[in-house]
């Protein structure tokens, strides 16, 4: 860095990963992406350690004098703020101080301590949203999704507030906090005779890649089947491609650890990854679940309907159940189901509700009442196809 810096500039650590520049004689905007280009360019060059090659990237947040401040410790808080702009916008790049910013960030920051003690204040809830058997309409499975009741927004939903959580380290508490109610919640219904027993089979919890990647997740998830006595078959963990690719043979050993405890695996967005489908036939994987970028507009467009058939001949060919989330009208239940679509969840088989709603759905056969009206007959007509049942 300090070769890339005029003599006149300052280089500074500021802490951990971060670093402070101080560039002096700068008459304009002009004059820092000057600087800040030669920066990025030369700390994205590759660079030997241990005899193996490696990157890094950059992101860098800048304020100017006296129009961001004029003291240091307000231009150093003001490039800050822009530097965490600059990382979501994808990093290895640079962004200027704003007002707007300033505020996004001191609402973060707000945010982050709010989430400190949501926990403790019992701010957090669960909401739970039915799967559904494209068979015959009964109810296949239920997700758990996270919901936080903020005293100040109101009920928020995970896109609020998980990318403050993850980027402060919350993340894995919270998720491990989910998966403990959840289980605790499947359990109850189970032993009030509530729950049929194929649905105990589909009790959905997602799965962060922090919590993931953590040393002890499988004894995590160990300890929680042990202290809410659900039966290990009742619980399928929702994991993305994307966590079981980055996590790379590391992966393999978590899979299978959870898969010799019992616990059912499924992979969350399936088709939105970049990542190859060889780990279909490595990885114990029991369930996938099409991404909803491909449901959205069944069947009116052609490309999502291939690629939607492809998936689902895919899974069928493994042995593999499948699961289509996003189901929102009609006309797409009948696609999948003539296509052999093995479950599905969406607003229009059942909203998320909270667990006393949920225990009411299930009570008073809402699913299957909400088959009935949407089919006519209760069956949909699969046109003489998609009469594959899962082997899983």
Request: hydrophobic share 40%; with cysteine; glycine share 10%.
């Amino acid at each position: 860095m300090r070769e890339s810096l005029r003599e006149t500039d300052t280089v500074a650590r500021y802490g951990g990963d971060e670093f402070t520049c101080m560039a002096m004689d700068i008459h304009g905007e002009d004059d820092v992406v000057k600087v800040v280009g030669k920066l990025i360019d030369t700390l994205s060059k590759p660079f030997s350690l241990l005899g193996r090659e490696y990157f890094i990237g950059s992101s860098i947040g800048i304020s100017l004098y006296p129009d961001n401040g004029d003291r240091p410790e307000e231009l150093i808080k003001n490039a800050d703020a822009a530097m965490y702009s600059a990382k979501e916008s994808g990093g290895h790049s640079y962004s200027f101080y704003t007002p707007a910013i300033g505020e996004e960030v001191s609402q973060r920051v707000q945010m982050e301590i709010d989430l400190r003690h949501a926990v403790n204040r019992g701010e957090f809830v669960l909401h739970y949203q039915p799967q559904v058997d494209l068979r015959d309409g009964h109810l296949a499975g239920i997700e758990a999704l996270l919901r936080w009741k903020h005293p100040e927004y109101g009920l928020l939903n995970p896109d609020d507030f998980i990318p403050v959580a993850e980027q402060a380290g919350l993340i894995v508490p919270i998720g491990r906090w989910v998966l403990g109610e959840a289980c605790r919640q499947f359990k109850k219904w189970s032993d009030q005779g509530l729950v049929p027993p194929e649905t105990a089979l589909n009790a959905a919890v997602n799965i962060s890649s922090q919590q993931f990647r953590q040393g002890d997740f499988t004894r995590v998830v160990e300890e929680v089947l042990e202290q809410t006595g659900i039966e290990p078959g009742m619980l399928e963990l929702e994991i993305t491609e994307s966590i079981v690719m980055d996590a790379g043979e590391n992966a393999v050993g978590v899979l299978r650890a959870l898969k010799d405890m019992g616990v059912r695996l499924a992979i969350d967005d399936f088709g939105n990854g970049f990542s190859s489908l060889g780990y279909l036939k490595h990885f114990p994987i029991d369930t996938l679940k099409i991404d909803k970028v491909f449901v959205r507009h069944l069947p009116g467009d052609r490309d999502d309907a291939a690629i939607v058939r492809a998936i689902l001949e895919l899974a069928h060919s493994l042995g593999i159940r499948v699961v289509a989330e996003w189901v929102e009208n009609v006309e797409q239940l009948h696609f999948l189901r003539k296509n052999g679509c093995h479950y599905a969840q969406g607003f229009l088989l059942g909203r998320p509700v909270e667990a006393r709603k949920m225990l009411r759905m299930i009570r008073d056969e809402h699913i299957q009442q909400t088959w009935r009206e949407l089919t006519g007959s209760g069956v949909v007509d699969s046109g003489g196809e998609g009469t594959h049942r899962p082997t899983a």
